[in-house]
């Protein structure tokens, strides 16, 4: 069996008459964490969109399995998923639960736990802080355990403490609960730290993979890497 638990083959998408990804291919392995990397207006969104089946292509195909052949659960927070802000974390959660058909409590505390709003108690999410608030995106999306997870700027506004707490818990998500991580993010040195492998989009196709092992053997960063490909259209 492959080890790619996450496939997209010659994926591309229009909108009008603009392509906004022209024959994209993409093979995420089971356990890694894959960093995706662009400017602005790159198609990241609209091709995380698509890797998670909230929106259709027009050219390509899209397959997620697991490797021993099974279909893999996939889930995301992309578009920052709104939240019931009167609630406490635990309603959010159960609301959640009750949308997707679950109804062991124990999945919830569990969720809540791993990303430590366990103990929030009655707060309301309209008192948490971003990062909190963040977290607790992250647990809505891990309620279902999900095989791979897909996060769009998920560091987003957060202030250095928070940026340090997430890239603690994405590791933890990876290494200890065995969970696939697709990453976009704009903070290059964050991904440096976290990804084992980046792909670069520029102008709507991937015009280069590559894993952080490459970036620290050339002496470089990532933020270089990623300059010198998309200025020389490699």
């Known amino acids: 069996m492959s080890n790619y638990i996450l496939s997209a083959e010659r994926i591309s998408k ?44 027009h050219g390509g195909s899209v397959a997620a399995r697991n490797p021993d052949g099974s279909r893999c659960k996939v889930s995301a927070v992309i578009n920052s998923p709104s939240l019931f802000l009167n609630m406490s974390a635990y309603q959010n959660m159960k609301e959640q639960s009750i949308l997707v058909g679950i109804s062991d409590d124990a999945r919830i505390e569990k969720a809540l ?64 609960l065995g969970i696939t991580i697709l990453i976009s993010s704009h903070i290059l040195s964050e991904l440096e730290q976290t990804a084992t492998r980046i792909g670069i989009l520029h102008d709507g196709a991937i015009v280069k993979e590559l894993s952080t092992h490459d970036v620290f053997q050339n002496g470089g960063t990532l933020e270089e890497m990623y300059l010198n490909c998309t200025r020389s259209g490699q």
Do not use: C
Request: no cysteine; charged share 20%.
């Open 113 to 176: 736990q791993t990303v430590g709003l366990l103990r929030s108690g009655k707060k309301p999410v309209k008192n948490f802080s971003l990062g909190m608030a963040q977290r607790l995106k992250l647990a809505l999306a891990l309620i279902e355990n999900p095989d791979i997870l897909i996060l769009d700027e998920p560091a987003n506004g957060l202030d250095p403490n928070g940026i340090s707490e997430l890239r603690e818990l994405i590791t933890h998500m990876n290494r200890s």
């Open 14 to 57: 229009k909108y009008g008459g603009t392509a906004v990804l022209r024959d994209v291919s993409m093979n995420i392995k089971s356990g890694e964490i894959y960093g995706l990397i662009g400017q602005n207006g790159s198609g990241k969104t609209t091709l995380l969109r698509i890797l998670t089946g909230l929106i259709n292509v």
